[in-house]
């Protein structure tokens, strides 16, 4: 009988101890939802007022011919001396999402590729989105190389033919 009375009771406690740490669970998911998706480091959301201040300096070097230079980009509304700055503004807004900062460099401790993406540089500064931006980029592993590219046409596509420049010399 004793074996009969236990079994119940053995259950029960089984029963109420999964019960509270399925409470437990739930408690802690609901403090994390709970919780803004931002942190304190996290840049304040984009306003249409901060737009109008969007004003970048632009100087690749190193990347050859028709690439080279120092160019200047505005955007809302597109304009400067930059190459393509309609496209360049579209890409910038593209990338540019509330808690993911378009210019930030690539997170420590990730896992790159082993490859050279060749000897171009480029510096971006000014401001965007109502913040200060000093970023330099480079093509040294694939991480930096997939960063660059997703700056394409703000940076030049390295990935397609060089521009050549028309001869004039037999006229």
């Known amino acids: 009988m004793t ?10 406690a089984l029963a109420r101890t999964l019960a509270l740490g399925a409470f437990a669970v739930l ?14 480091a996290a840049p304040p959301p984009v306003r249409a007022e901060d737009r109008a201040g969007d004003h970048l300096t632009v ?3 190193h990347a050859g011919l028709g690439r080279d ?10 304009g400067g001396s930059h190459p393509d700055a309609r496209r360049a503004c579209d890409v910038l807004d593209r990338n540019t999402r509330w808690g993911r900062e378009p210019f930030a460099p690539v997170p420590d401790g ?28 480079d093509r040294g ?3 930096r190389i997939d960063r660059w590219n997703r700056l394409v046409p ?9 521009p050549t420049t028309v001869s004039r010399a037999g006229q």
């Open 141 to 143: 592993d694939g991480c």
């Open 69 to 78: 230079g120092t160019y200047r980009l505005s955007c809302h509304p597109a």
């Open 59 to 61: 100087t690749v070097r």
């Open 3 to 12: 074996q009969t009375r236990s079994l119940p009771v053995r259950r029960s």
């Open 110 to 137: 990730s896992v790159c590729t082993m490859q050279y993406g060749g000897p171009a540089t480029a510096h971006i500064t000014g401001t965007w989105a109502g913040r200060r931006v000093d970023a330099t980029y």
């Open 27 to 40: 408690a802690g998911l609901a403090s994390v939802s709970a919780v803004p998706a931002a942190s304190a």
């Open 154 to 162: 703000l940076l030049p596509d390295l990935s397609a033919p060089r």
